[in-house]
């Protein structure tokens, strides 16, 4: 791990952080603001190791030194890590760390902590922090994680640098939701609708997008093969599926989706799938279909939306769209 591998998926704050390095100009306090996977305990575990390394080339540190292996393993004396104690952070682990910091100079003046989910801090612990941050001592560097900047005190936010982290591209975070335990064809489809980890998680609950996409899948086969049917399929099982309106712009967002693959189908684009594992389904109706339809199909979903955000009712967008998309 280098500093020049962190900028690869975070250019931004690779390189803020290597010049603030180089010109020994580090704030006292940065909020790592990011989605899940963005790598911010990684980066912020560099900047420690940059700051204590012994035996640093230029910025970079040497990953070898007894600072930096006891970085690496999570127990340098300097280093601290604080962590919710079940929901939250609470008062006691930030006073906690200020005792500890009140025993300066144990192997060096310099100190570092790190707080992971910064946001779940209670409000007692957030003042104590704020305490902390209004009058930094010297060679101190606190570095707040967080995915819920949000949630933050202002007041804390206002005494530290953010630092936003880019969101992970699609394949990487469909891999992320792979390893929890989510089915590939659903980690592909909930990778292309968000970044975010725990709208993701919040969309799997109770199977929601998995009846979600077969419902597409049904609604998508009923067109080709069972055209009298899919108006009572839009009534029965779509519009309550579907029942408010950001899950209702989300439906017709799996449905581009899938004129999306209909579209790679045809041009031969297969590996970019978001409904991974209907290639059957999607050969044989991309066959069925010129791209002149499925592009008029797109751009009629599309309208759909602006419908839609111009507050026409679910019901009739639904209708009007079926038979935009019958008519091909
Ligand atoms: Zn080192």
């Known amino acids: 791990m280098t500093w020049e591998n962190l900028a690869k998926n975070q250019p931004f704050v690779a390189t803020m952080l290597k010049n603030s390095l180089a010109k020994g100009r580090l704030a006292h306090a940065y909020i790592f603001d990011g989605n899940r996977g963005t790598g911010k305990k990684r980066m912020a575990l560099h900047l420690a190791k940059s ?4 035996q640093r080339a230029g910025v970079e ?8 292996k006891r970085i690496e393993h999570g127990n340098h004396p300097d280093v601290h890590f604080i962590e919710p104690d079940g929901q939250s952070i609470k008062k006691h682990q930030v006073e906690h760390l200020q005792k500890e910091f009140s025993y300066r100079g144990m192997e060096s003046a310099k100190k570092v902590y790190i707080v992971n989910h910064a946001d779940k801090m209670t409000t007692s612990a957030a003042n104590s922090l704020l305490k902390f941050l209004e009058e930094p001592l010297a060679d101190t560097v606190a570095i ?3 995915e819920q900047l949000q949630n933050m005190l202002p007041t804390i936010k206002s005494r530290s640098q953010v630092l936003s982290f880019a969101p992970l591209e699609v394949q990487a975070f469909a891999k992320l939701l792979e390893e929890e335990g989510i089915s590939e064809s659903v980690s592909n489809l909930l990778a292309s609708l968000t970044t975010s980890f725990e709208e993701a998680m919040a969309f799997v609950a109770d199977e929601w997008i998995a009846q979600a996409r077969s419902l597409v899948l049904q609604l998508m086969e009923e067109l080709q093969s069972r055209p009298n049917q899919v108006l009572l399929t839009v009534q ?10 950001p899950k209702q712009e989300l439906g017709l967002e799996l449905l581009l989706l899938w004129f999306r693959d209909l579209l790679y189908t045809q041009v031969g684009k297969e590996e970019a799938f978001t409904y991974v594992g209907e290639e059957e389904a999607l050969s044989r109706q991309a066959l069925a279909l010129s791209q002149h339809k499925v592009r008029k199909g797109m751009t009629a979903i599309i309208e759909a939306k602006r419908h839609l955000s111009a507050n026409v009712s679910p019901q009739l967008v ?3 769209l079926m038979l935009r998309l019958q008519e091909g």
Do not use: G
């Not at 540190?61 to 930096?68: A, F, G, I, N, V």
């Not at 029965?236 to 309106?245: A, I, K, S, V």
């Open 144 to 146: 707040l994680l967080t």
């Open 236 to 245: 029965d099982q779509w519009l309550p599926h579907f029942d408010d309106r």
């Open 51 to 54: 700051f204590f390394c012994a």
């Open 61 to 68: 540190p040497c990953q070898t030194c007894k600072e930096c």
């Open 318 to 320: 639904m209708e009007k």
